[in-house]
């Protein structure tokens, strides 16, 4: 598996180990099961350098919070389109894990659609993501982004996400 920020373009240990301790925990329903699923991924992950952290993981639904600091805004000083994006998908594709084997499939993202309805400067966005609908093989979310400090809507994302078999995913 390649890694850009790795100095050989491969997979760090660190990153091998968090990925190997995915499957490990099997099948992942419960809160203390998510929390400990988010640790073992976030350090080799934009959700570390972005400063993503869980907030809550249930059946329902999925919350995680991000800062606006300077790696996440674009050159005006606002929050960047693209990390709302990315913390959108980021919810979404974890929760797609919710209640499933690990050892067997693995969400992949294949649809993403954001609007941005408010610009934001400073502080915190939370997203909160949603089930829409859940097959066998997709699970669609809705993903809400919230300023923390106003309560203001900033933007909305539908997000899609394949349960491709592990086999299926790791021969590519």
């Known amino acids: 598996m390649a890694d850009p920020t ?47 952290t869980l907030v809550q993981a249930a059946p329902d639904r999925m919350v995680m919070e991000m800062p606006i600091t300077d790696a996440v805004r674009q050159p005006y000083g606002l929050l ?6 990315l913390l959108a998908e980021t919810v979404a594709s974890f929760h797609a894990c919710w209640g499933q084997d690990l050892a067997r499939v ?11 309805l408010h610009a ?16 066998r093989h997709t699970v669609v979310h809705e993903v809400e982004i919230v300023h923390v400090e106003t309560g203001r809507l900033v933007a909305v994302a539908r997000v899609t996400n394949l349960l491709r078999p592990v086999d299926a995913a790791a021969s590519r």
């Open 80 to 85: 960047h389109g693209g990390a709302s994006a």
């Open 106 to 116: 693995s969400p992949v993202g294949i649809e993403l659609n954001i609007s941005h």
């Open 120 to 135: 934001v400067r400073s502080g915190h966005v939370r997203a909160s993501g949603r089930v829409l609908r859940r097959t």
């Open 6 to 52: 790795h100095p050989d373009g491969h997979a760090g240990p660190d990153r091998e180990d968090a990925l190997l301790r995915i499957p490990a925990l099997g099948r992942t329903d419960d809160p203390d099961t998510w929390a400990e699923v988010f640790e073992a991924v976030r350090s080799t992950t934009a959700t570390a350098a972005l400063g993503i």
